[in-house]
């Protein structure tokens, strides 16, 4: 591994042998890589296939002729790995997060929101159909009150007609066109908002998706432009070549007093900002964690109300409606004599008419077709759960993942480390006679 690295990290291969070495080196990496791009644009960004196959195949070329060809690219692309390790790997999981809602949640809390406005439209209908039915009921009360009122007792008293008019809606169908109207109407808007939203996150997500990648080789870029221009460059660290030189200058004792703050790059320590810089990134995940519990939770409750929609809807007993008709009809005798007299007036009934009707309203039916509720999808859950763990664990590795970008740089140009550590030599010893 050592040689395979060393072929891999010089400027220009020696002879052919090593010439062949890098040559199949830089392929398995192209290849691998494309694979990985096809598959972040195919299933992550939702890119067609064709489109996902001609751009890895492109990125591929180009990348294998970019190893090849340029030393500096090759460094550059060796700590791209471990910078995906920092802030700029986590832009990248969070963007993946993002489509992982959009593309599975956010269609299932539409769907259950479909469901409940499917629930609430089969009880508008039955519940209409069952007032409408009623208008049938008093149709019948009014004709037999009509029929009692003509078959009074005394037919001088009784009246022309006793049947009262109705005017009653017979044919419902315009009501239940209006209503499966709306209904269409509701369910396109919904779609429309659903497309829109889908659309508007899907295209977002790419944008990022692309800028995030973009910054992530400018990260790589920057950072080696600075170690290779800048001496005191994150150039702290008790390296092998800095012990090996204090030894061979006889002054070990400078990086025994210097250790507090002098680190080792293959150490566990962490220095005091470290240590800041790890915890207000863990905020930051948490907040993005929070914000991504918010749209599960929000996924839950939709199913939570679907479900019971549809099992109270399903157990919606006939609300009876009970009409008691009381008409009585009675004629005083002469009542001016009887008052006059100071007796109390005789009556004469005409007409009692008592009875009581009995009438259901029903809200739910098994024709209406209500779609189920979706649950969600644990998978989801799952590996949403994995990348926010992977998320925590880069912030806690962040400063392990500099640290190896520090060496990876460092064995691509040695003579330029060995200039930095004579550098940090010096600085310590002009601090030490200080």
């Not at 691998?32 to 939702?46: D, K, P, Q, T």
């Not at 025994?256 to 703050?261: A, L, P, Q, V, W």
């Not at 809200?363 to 759960?385: E, K, M, Q, Y």
């Amino acid at each position: 591994m050592a040689d395979l690295w060393w072929i891999y990290s010089k400027p220009v291969p020696a002879d052919g042998r090593e010439l062949w070495t890098l040559f199949l080196q830089c392929s398995c990496i192209t290849v691998v890589i494309g694979g990985l791009f096809y598959n972040w644009m195919f299933a992550s960004l939702e890119y067609s296939w064709r489109l996902s196959v001609a751009m890895a195949v492109s990125f591929s070329l180009l990348l294998l002729l970019t190893l090849l060809l340029v030393h500096p690219a090759r460094c550059v692309f060796s700590m791209i790995m471990p910078t995906l390790g920092t802030k700029q790997g986590r832009k990248l999981l969070f963007s993946t997060c993002v489509m992982i809602a959009v593309v599975n949640i956010t269609p299932n809390i539409i769907s259950n929101i479909k469901t409940i406005l499917q629930v609430i439209k089969c009880i508008c209908k039955n519940s209409s159909d069952s007032l409408l039915n009623s208008t049938a009921l008093l149709e019948k009360v009014s004709w037999e009150l009509g029929v009692t009122v003509q078959e009074t007792v005394h037919s001088i008293y009784k009246p022309m007609n006793g049947h009262f008019r109705l005017s009653l809606l017979q044919n419902s169908s315009l009501i239940y066109q209006k209503m499966h109207l709306a209904g269409e109407k509701i369910s396109r808007e919904f779609l429309s908002v659903e497309v829109l939203v889908k659309d508007s996150i899907r295209v977002a997500n790419r944008l990022a998706a692309g800028f995030f990648m973009l910054y992530l080789c400018f990260e790589s870029t920057w950072y080696l432009k600075n170690y290779l221009t800048n001496l005191r460059f994150d150039n702290f660290y008790i390296t092998k070549k800095l012990e090996r030189l204090a030894m061979d200058r006889k002054a070990a004792h400078l990086l025994g007093g210097s250790s507090k703050k002098l680190i080792r790059p293959t150490g566990l320590k962490l220095s005091w900002e470290e240590v800041v810089l790890c915890l207000v990134q863990a905020m930051l995940v948490t907040v993005a964690l929070l914000l991504m519990l918010v749209v599960v939770a929000m996924d839950h409750f939709a199913f939570s109300v679907a479900d019971t929609a549809v099992r109270r809807a399903a157990q919606f007993s006939a609300v009876p409606v009970t009409l008691s008709i009381k008409y009585k009809v009675e004629i005083g005798i002469m009542p001016f004599l009887f008052k006059l007299f100071g007796r109390p007036s005789e009556e004469l009934l005409l007409g009692d008419f008592n009875r009581t009707y009995h009438h259901h309203l029903i809200f739910s039916s098994a024709h209406c077709t209500v779609s189920p509720p979706t649950p969600p999808n644990p998978s989801v859950l799952l590996v949403v759960g994995l990348l926010f763990c992977i998320l925590y664990a880069t912030v806690f590795l962040e400063t392990y993942a500099r640290r190896l970008c520090r060496t990876i740089a460092a064995s691509f140009f040695q003579s330029w480390e060995e200039q930095r550590v004579l550098y940090l030599y010096r600085k310590l010893s002009r601090r030490h006679r200080k």
